[in-house]
């Protein structure tokens, strides 16, 4: 019987077994597992299933003409950490060479976003923040006019969006309400990778 192995704060999952044994527990033990698996395994909402809409562009083999075709996928999110690792391991066919896999992007964006907000300081947010916070500014006098070439058709182009960037973060930056929001979005992103052009 393979079961779940603790060595010291981490614990290691073996392949699942279909019809595992619990090892025998005192009532007191016992009763704190029932407790323990009421309150952390419950679902707090109900879980709704999400439709994602998508569309595959892919070359027809036979012809090698490109194609589209729309599709829609009906996700439901885990309710509980248990459902969670029991379809990663249902995904991965129980390998753990192939779940290991599967999570080291994620632990690896954590590490980055983790040591990036450090980076950043509290007083600061990252560059795409604060470009995507402003970008409704741009299409407002007097900002709109500062761009007057369209993006990709003339050398100036860039020139007049860092000027128009400056001249909006120069208005911006003494409204409070503006600063503090753009703050508050700072301090919830959890981006690792963002792009910095």
């Not at 923040?129 to 006098?141: C, E, F, G, M």
């Amino acid at each position: 019987m393979k079961k779940k192995k603790s060595e010291g704060s981490i614990a290691v999952l073996d392949l699942p077994v279909s019809n595992p044994v619990k090892p025998s527990t005192s009532n007191k033990e016992s009763r704190k597992e029932k407790t323990m698996s009421k309150t952390e395994n419950a679902p707090n909402v109900s879980v709704v299933p999400e439709v994602i809409e998508k569309t595959a562009k892919y070359f027809d083999l036979s012809t090698f003409e490109l194609k589209e075709a729309p599709f829609k996928v009906s996700f439901t999110p885990p309710a509980t950490f248990d459902e969670a690792v029991s379809a990663l391991n249902s995904l991965m066919g129980s390998d753990p060479e192939k779940m290991k896999a599967a999570l080291t992007p994620i632990l690896r964006d954590a590490a980055i976003a983790s040591q990036k907000k450090i980076a950043v300081g509290e007083n600061g947010a990252p560059k795409k923040i604060v470009l995507d916070y402003i970008k409704n500014y741009r299409d407002i006098p007097p900002f709109s006019s500062i761009v007057t070439t369209e993006k990709g058709k003339s050398k100036e182009w860039k020139g007049q969006y860092d000027l128009q960037t400056v001249r909006i973060l120069e208005e911006i930056k003494n409204v409070p309400f503006i600063v503090n929001a753009i703050k508050a979005a700072a301090a919830l992103s959890t981006a690792s990778d963002e792009d910095e052009d």
